[in-house]
């Protein structure tokens, strides 16, 4: 079977419909900022992993959206503006991104106030210089960029694939700034609180003829939120930047037999990532605080905490390997994230609560794989673990 982008983006739109929510619950709405918790793309194999997603404007007015790539220890790396017309949509495939080739959806009165100056000149470029492509080529396959001054900003798994993950957020107005930038928040913030986005990714694998998709994650926006929000650590822990937080706890069904289930974990690390000398592991990392017990059918547990399944800030882990084993063929897996982590206790500083989202990636067959998210639960809870 032929795999097309559209065809796939249509079909999990199709069997995954976004409906309204309340704030602080985590659950498929409109939302000022959109997650999608792990991409995978090979960037030597035309035909072999790749991840694509679609972003949806609910509103009958235009909105502009920043997309933000961050590898895999949460350090972002590249920005750029896709525009949507009322109740429109726009694909982005991520092998075109990281071969320096973006939607440029920006309209021509836009391109025009780039030109004069008026606006950021990167907005709504439709391509990258070969600069900006070798920086998030070799930053997220975990080699050293001259961005960085050589130095590395994440996991080097030595099979040049990126990793990471990918933020969505509404804007006011175009930017240059990256959520690291101080000036990405606070009062002139480019960044705008309107809940309209929905979306939808998905995983392909043109060699294996495979693909399998599912929401992504909705982070809704309210006015003046006061504590822990969403990007808590770069917003001084104060709620500049009006997101809600994700749970802290999530519960799902996995399978260890002739079906097999990859494991997909989102993780805030609690405080801000920066690139270190290549071959050293950040101080935030690995993210030791997180506590995986898979139970079986008749109730039995087992404690897979100890093999750091999930080890940075975006993961997908494959039960039954030797980083998740299982002594079950099929249960449940939870994870935990206490809210005062044991990194503390190594004397790291962690300024916000922990977050977390999970995601299931069941391959039933060769030929047939399906997505399911978690479920959450607000907080943790002793009852929760063993």
């Excluded at 609910?58 to 920005?79: K, N, S």
């Excluded at 004069?116 to 000149?121: E, L, T």
């Amino acid at each position: 079977m032929r795999l097309t982008i559209v065809a796939i983006l249509v079909a999990v739109t199709v069997v995954a419909q976004p409906t309204s929510g309340a704030f602080l619950a985590q659950d498929a709405t409109p939302a000022a900022t959109l997650l999608l918790p792990y991409f995978e793309v090979d960037l030597d194999d035309a035909n072999g992993p790749n991840t694509v997603f679609r972003v949806n404007n609910i509103a009958p007015f235009p909105v502009l959206a920043h997309v933000v790539l961050w590898t895999d220890w949460a350090v972002p790396t590249l920005g750029f503006e896709i525009f949507l017309n009322g109740s429109g949509s726009v694909d982005v495939d991520l092998r075109d991104v990281f071969a320096g080739r973006l939607p440029g959806t920006v309209p021509l009165v836009l391109a025009a106030a780039r030109t004069n100056g008026s606006i950021p000149v990167s907005c709504g470029n439709d391509t990258l210089d070969l600069a900006s492509v070798t920086h998030i080529n070799v930053a997220h396959s975990g080699g050293p960029s001259a961005v960085y001054g050589q130095r590395c900003a994440g996991e080097d798994f030595n099979d040049r694939r990126a990793r990471g993950f990918i933020t969505i957020d509404t804007l006011f107005d175009c930017t240059d700034d990256l959520p690291s930038d101080s000036e990405y928040f606070g009062e002139t913030t480019a960044l705008s609180n309107s809940n309209v986005l929905t979306g939808y990714y998905a995983f392909l694998n043109r060699t294996k003829g495979t693909s399998a998709g599912a929401l992504l994650v909705s982070i809704e926006a309210r006015n003046n939120v006061n504590g822990e929000s969403f990007y808590s650590r770069f917003a001084a822990s104060d709620g500049d930047d009006d997101r809600e937080p994700l749970p802290r706890s999530w519960v799902g069904q996995y399978f260890n037999d002739a079906r097999e289930t990859d494991v997909i974990t989102w993780r805030d690390p609690g405080q801000e990532v920066n690139p270190i000398p290549c071959g050293g592991t950040p101080p935030a990392f690995p993210l030791l605080d997180t506590f995986v017990f898979l139970r079986s059918p008749a109730g039995a547990s087992f404690n897979a905490s100890e093999f750091v399944p999930f080890p940075t800030a975006a993961n997908r882990t494959t039960v039954g390997s030797a980083t998740l084993p299982s002594p079950y063929p099929f249960g449940l897996l939870s994870l935990s994230v206490p809210s005062f982590p044991l990194a503390v206790l190594s004397g790291i500083s962690i300024a916000d609560e922990p977050q977390a989202f999970v995601t299931f990636l069941h391959r039933l067959d060769e030929d047939r794989a399906v997505m399911v998210p978690a479920s959450s639960r607000p907080t943790p809870t002793p009852d929760f673990l063993p």
